[in-house]
């Protein structure tokens, strides 16, 4: 069930650190804007109510504000005041969507018909999505896994095949892709991934989910530590003092809270339909509300809770959209 990442081959490029060195820096100054401006009152995005939504790529609190986005195979979807709607612009295929406090980064392809190149390399936009800003890599590579600090704003990247800039390998960027060094990744076990997250504040700190394990790193992914039992983790979240990560092992799944000061776990409650067929591949925690949280399923079920888990409403069942 965890998406697979690259062959044993990249596995061994990861540990030796075999492209730049964890100093070395490269360089791409070019951020023009992939979109007109438009209004700012515009309305881009419509309610809907009978579309199926699934193939989700992500899932975040854009801006410091009460809305939820998730990026999926064909545009954005926003769920705000307990209806969900759709961008009717810009309806890419966002890959390795990552919110933010100022708006979210991704990857990923154009859509149909656009006159953008693909891929779109590492884009930004402030404005939900109306406009994009291409940071580095357009045109070139698709970063499937993608971090950034909700407000440090560091960007970290998987990068699978050998682009005109960086070999494959585990790198960040401070600069939002204008300098980028590679992480030495030492203590990193891994066959399959299932995501990469940063710390939002801390950018030093950053997480990969595993089928080994949780592991997490204090020194910009240098060296990694376990943090889990060592069984397959899918997905990890990071607040301000904790982070969310969930793990299964046979039929059993567990989502947990763990303390970052001194490791000290909590199990949450999920609900039923979560399971070893059906485990959560996206976790995302309101920014200023912690105890509501968002889960997303394998089978595009989509659960939230307002209580720390005590709780849960159905959002989506199956991409179908509850009312």
Not at 133 to 145: C, Q, R, S, V
Request: proline share 2%; charged share 25%.
């Amino acid at each position: 069930m965890i998406k697979k990442l690259f062959s044993l081959f990249l596995l061994c490029n990861l540990l030796t650190a075999c492209s730049l060195g964890a100093n070395e820096k490269t360089k791409d100054n070019d951020t023009e804007i992939l979109t007109d401006e438009k209004d700012d009152n515009e309305v881009i995005y419509k309610e809907i109510k009978d579309e199926k939504i699934d193939h989700i790529h992500g899932i975040g609190y854009v801006g410091n504000e009460d809305k939820l986005y998730l990026a999926s195979h064909d545009g954005l979807l926003r769920f705000s005041n307990e209806k969900w709607s759709k961008i009717t612009e810009n309806k890419h295929d966002y890959m390795g969507f990552q919110a933010t406090d100022i708006g979210f980064y991704s990857s990923g392809h154009p859509e149909n018909g656009s006159e953008l190149k693909n891929p779109l390399g590492i884009i930004k936009s402030t404005d939900e999505g109306k406009t994009l800003n291409k940071l580095a890599f357009y045109g070139e590579t698709d970063f499937h896994y993608l971090a950034a600090g909700y407000n440090s704003h560091i960007i970290y990247v998987i990068n699978e095949s050998k682009n005109s800039r960086l070999n494959s390998g585990f790198y960040y960027s401070e600069d939002e892709g204008e300098n980028w060094a590679q992480s030495k990744t030492q203590g990193l076990s891994f066959y399959n991934i299932g995501n990469i997250a940063t710390h939002p504040a801390k950018a030093n700190i950053v997480a990969i989910s595993t089928d080994q394990g949780l592991f997490i790193s204090n020194d910009y992914g240098d060296s990694f530590s376990l943090s889990s039992q060592s069984q397959p983790v899918t997905s990890v979240e990071f607040r301000e003092k904790s982070l969310l990560y969930f793990t299964l092992k046979g039929d059993k799944v567990s989502l947990y809270k763990q303390e970052l000061s001194d490791l000290k776990e909590e199990a949450i409650p999920l609900p039923k339909e979560v399971n070893g067929q059906n485990p959560v591949m996206y976790i995302s925690s309101h920014p200023e509300k912690e105890e509501v949280i968002t889960v997303v399923t394998y089978e595009s079920d989509i659960y939230q809770t307002k209580d720390h888990g005590q709780s849960w409403t159905t959002l989506v069942s199956k991409g179908k959209i509850q009312s």
